[in-house]
């Protein structure tokens, strides 16, 4: 902000309101830039009541729209702040609002109040702001997003759940904006917490106007942990009239760490690429034992097999890495062949005792008949062959063109790069 052009565009704004519900006024010295701009909320504080009891944003004590560093509560000793409204890391109608993070240790957040990394109004942007929830109880119809803008970009924002209790229906949004523009790069990781039985987790959405392109691309959602009575995962979605031209693609949803941890209970969950589209949207298993209510709008499926650990299941010889526990399959949008389904072993690397035939490990097994899965484009074959790290494999199935089917498994066999031991006799 040293240019001519950037001083007479602060200068027409020093006039400028800049409020979340209590009249500040940043003037353009303070409007994007604040020595001090770490706030700390805890209970025991002297002015807890009159500063931030009834909602906090951090510009309205900071006076700056970014890099607001906001902490709130406290494990130990514990420290729960009762929020009576919303909590903003940085807001503005006038300027971009980026870079600021909230961390709420422990809290209780009333009901319908909302939390926000960055929070612009307008056609101003909110980008690469975060939010990490690590406890506290959410009292229903809760809201978290890591950016939020009206009609700007939402753009590289993110969203991580370590714990928490979220009571009744509640929302997750990586970023979001209501205006014509792609809400894209954001992320929501949840690793822990229990969820209500109407969650919803979106990677981003864009939600408003009709142009084309503006629509909620390359998101993504990781799953490590938590449970959750019900709900909804999706790595993106987009809302409009222009139905042909803003369709949400290239989101992602990833269940499990990427070292194979995974603690999550999804069993009553419906898992979708993006809730208006499948066009290049991905799943990525990365564990072993995952069980999800339903799945759909994917165009790829991708299966790691992971080390086992003693910190992580992984995907160990003979397991089953994906359950569908509903009759839907693959999903009612779904259009999945043989050539959909990916296999990467090269975690598996690392194991230089697993050798030869290795073994078969289960891709994914429906709830019943229910995986319509056709043969693989170029070759009309329902198995396919590939290699991965020092592995080959081959995926089969016992669908048919014209039959749905149980199960998707490959065996694995190691061609290269192994260590094998053998002792012939011992002294006598």
Not at 42 to 52: A, E, G, H, V
Not at 149 to 157: E, F, I, K, P, Q
Not at 241 to 249: E, H, K, P
């Amino acid at each position: 902000m040293t240019g001519l052009k950037d001083r007479q565009r602060l200068a027409l704004y020093v006039a400028l309101g800049l409020s979340a519900g209590s009249g500040l006024t940043l003037d353009a010295s303070t409007a994007y830039a604040n020595p001090d701009n770490h706030v700390t909320v805890l209970s025991t504080d002297p002015d807890f009541s009159t500063k931030y009891a009834s909602g906090i944003n951090a510009t309205n004590e900071t006076h700056s729209v970014k890099d607001n560093v906001v902490t709130i509560g406290r494990k130990s000793p514990v420290d729960t702040p009762a929020i009576n409204g919303d909590v903003v890391g940085g807001y503005s109608d006038a300027y971009a609002v980026t870079h600021n993070t909230v961390t709420v240790d422990d809290m209780t957040l009333a009901l319908a109040k909302s939390v926000f990394g960055g929070l612009a109004d307008g056609d101003k942007a909110a980008d690469d702001n975060e939010v990490t929830i690590n406890g506290g109880t959410y009292a229903g119809s809760n809201v978290v997003y890591g950016g939020k803008s009206d009609t700007g970009t939402a753009t590289h924002n993110k969203v991580t759940i370590n714990g928490g209790t979220y009571d009744g229906s509640n929302a997750v949004y990586g970023g979001r904006t209501s205006g014509t523009v792609a809400t894209t790069g954001n992320e929501v990781i949840i690793n822990g917490g229990h969820f209500g039985s109407n969650t919803d987790v979106y990677g981003g959405e864009s939600a408003g106007g009709t142009a084309e392109g503006a629509a909620a691309m390359g998101n993504t959602v990781t799953i490590t942990g938590g449970v959750f009575d019900g709900g909804n995962i999706y790595g993106g979605n987009t809302t409009g009239t222009a139905t042909t031209t803003r369709r949400s693609s290239d989101n992602k949803v990833y269940l499990g760490a990427k070292n194979g941890a995974y603690s999550a209970d999804l069993t009553h969950v419906n898992i979708r690429g993006a809730k208006d589209a499948r066009t290049a949207n991905k799943l990525f298993v990365r564990a072993s034992g995952v069980t999800v209510g339903s799945l759909d709008n994917f165009d790829e499926y991708h299966f790691q097999l992971t080390q086992p650990t003693a910190g992580a299941v992984g995907v160990p010889v003979g397991s089953t890495m994906l359950a569908i526990g509903g009759t839907g399959g693959f999903g009612s949008n779904a259009n999945v062949t043989m050539g959909s389904l990916y296999l990467d072993a090269s975690e598996w690397n690392k194991d230089k005792q697993l050798y030869g035939n290795v073994g078969t490990v289960g891709l994914v097994v429906a709830n019943g008949q229910h995986l319509a899965i056709h043969p693989v484009p170029s070759t009309n074959s329902m198995k396919r062959n590939g290699e991965s790290g020092d592995f080959e494999y081959e995926l089969t199935t016992d669908a048919t063109d014209t039959q749905e089917g149980t199960y998707v498994s490959a065996e694995v066999h190691r061609n290269r790069n192994a260590e094998i031991t053998w002792e012939c006799c011992s002294k006598q």
